[in-house]
């Protein structure tokens, strides 16, 4: 077992210091390794969708790769979905993924599959250690390229786990990650009323922000910033920056009459989805594209050096108060609930957003909270939520995680509520019931079926039977409430963050 030892301890020294695990017999020579690297906090998750969730949330708050321990090809699968999300984000994390021994694929076992096809599409980096010579040279190798660029993948065969090989000693790989500038003489001349400068990348800075302000305040340029950012610090001016719509129709509006795309670490925006009548690339045909940062890069740097170029003048700070608390006894809707989540969200507190819909004003009413962080759905599969709040909690054990989750996604991943109450993890979970998949609602007259079917509505329909997300709640060790008015619900947040510990709040919508 010296292989698997070696290889913790070696990431151990690297800075790894947590591993969110699902484990399967494949596995058990890297669990009983752990011991060997007591600096790596091992987190027990129910579900694959939720420990690569949870490695996500770590990754993105600390920018340090956690680990996942994975059961071969279907646990993989399992976890696929939320390594897609942490692979649009470039999230550092490194899977470690039990294979069967090298000796044993051939006879084809029932578990037996391509894992290398599945983990290909979610992984920057994958490759099989065949020999446990090798095992160092490859974790380093995938903890190198998970610094830089994401989500990396390393099959381990059982075999090569247990040996009792001394790997060889892996020499330090270079991991640093080079910010090219060469768009800031072309950004310069392009900047005007008719540009769009785009922001995105790994996390984005107040500092980021607050720059993409002054240049466009210099230059009437329109500042955004993607979508689904991976991580935004909002605190100072630059929290007032807004995002890109997620409406293809109303983004492209907001676009209208942009002539030159200026990416700062961001893609170049288009729809989600092709839908019939709907624009596909959001930014008006022809527009100039400028590539300032390449997508997923910090764009920091490269936006100091424009604005120093320009020459903008700092802002003066204006950032409103937020505000009052609602006291109304009525429905809850979407206005106020974002009233609701801005008035009372505590300093420093970090929010983990899958709430597309009845979410949809609260990033924008949060301008004006406390200093906080927001992480959003970046690669677009729902069950997100719950996990990314579980790692952000372990990776900043001192600050307040907010979930704000759609009743129908946290379905998908409902069992990291189970390691937020085995770890005491300060979650707030909030989860708003409308008994329904809303967005699939508006997806389809988005399509342009506008009259929906008995047969649609009982695919998108989650109140026969109704959902008792409190009882859900209670029965994995974490209290819970149900509230149904404005007044209740700040209340009942005022509440959860003054408690230590998880807890969760089911919001009835109308």
Aim: aromatic share 4%; proline share 8%; charged share 15%.
């Amino acid at each position: 077992m010296k292989a698997a030892q070696r290889l913790l301890e070696m990431a151990a020294r690297e800075g790894v210091r947590a591993c969110f695990a699902n484990p399967g017999t494949s596995e058990m020579h890297l669990v009983a390794a752990l011991d060997a690297a007591p600096s790596i906090r091992p987190v027990l998750c129910l579900f694959e969708g939720v420990a690569t969730g949870a490695a996500d949330g770590y990754g993105r708050m600390t920018q340090t790769p956690a680990l996942t321990l994975l059961h071969l090809g279907p646990g993989l699968g399992n976890g696929f979905a939320n390594l897609h999300n942490a692979y649009r984000a470039r999230t550092p994390i490194v899977s470690l993924v039990g294979e069967h021994a090298t000796y044993h694929r051939a006879n084809n076992p029932p578990l037996a599959s391509d894992i290398a096809a599945i983990a290909r599409p979610v992984s920057a980096w994958l490759e099989t250690a065949e020999t446990a010579r090798d095992l160092l040279h490859a974790g380093r190798r995938a903890i190198a390229a998970a610094r830089r660029a994401g989500p990396a993948t390393l099959i381990l065969p059982a075999d090569v786990a247990w040996s009792d090989d001394e790997p060889e000693p892996a020499a330090p790989t270079p991991d640093e990650e080079h910010q090219g500038i060469a768009g800031v003489e072309s950004a310069v001349q392009a900047l005007g009323p008719r540009t769009l400068l785009l922001l995105g990348g790994r996390q984005l800075s107040a500092e980021a922000c607050a720059i993409a302000q002054r240049i466009a305040a210099a230059t009437g340029a329109l500042a955004l910033i993607e979508t689904f950012p991976a991580r935004v610090r909002r605190e100072g001016g630059g929290a007032e920056l807004k995002r890109l719509p997620y409406l293809s129709e109303m983004a492209a509006a907001t676009l209208a009459q942009v002539e030159t795309v200026i990416l700062a670490g961001a893609a170049y925006p288009v729809a989600f989805f092709a839908l019939p009548g709907r624009p596909l690339r959001l930014a008006p045909k022809g527009a100039q594209v400028i590539e300032l940062t390449p997508a997923g890069v910090n764009p920091e740097m490269a936006l100091l050096a424009l604005a120093d170029q320009l020459k903008a003048p700092a802002l003066r700070s204006h950032r409103p108060s937020p505000p009052p608390k609602p006291n109304s006894d009525g429905a809850i809707d979407p206005m106020s609930l974002a009233q609701c989540i801005a008035a009372t969200l505590p300093d420093n507190a970090i929010v983990c957003d899958e709430s597309n819909t009845a979410g949809l004003f609260c990033y924008d009413a949060s301008a004006s909270s406390p200093s906080h962080d927001w992480l959003t759905l970046t690669g677009g599969s729902i069950g997100q939520g719950l996990p990314l709040a579980t790692g952000a909690a372990i990776a900043c054990p001192d600050r307040r995680v907010l979930a704000l989750e759609a009743d129908g996604s946290a379905l998908y991943t409902i069992q990291a509520l189970w390691t937020q109450a085995r770890e005491q993890l300060n979650v707030t979970n909030v989860i708003l019931n409308n008994g329904a998949y809303a967005i699939l609602r508006l997806e389809m007259m988005r399509a342009g079926v506008n009259t929906l079917s008995d047969a649609a509505n009982s695919l998108f329909d989650l109140r026969n039977p109704a959902i008792d997300f409190c009882a859900i709640a209670q029965g994995f060790g974490v209290p819970a409430q149900r509230v149904a008015t404005p007044q209740a619900l700040a209340a009942a947040l005022e509440r959860s963050y003054a408690a230590a510990g998880p807890s969760l709040i089911e919001v009835m919508l109308p």
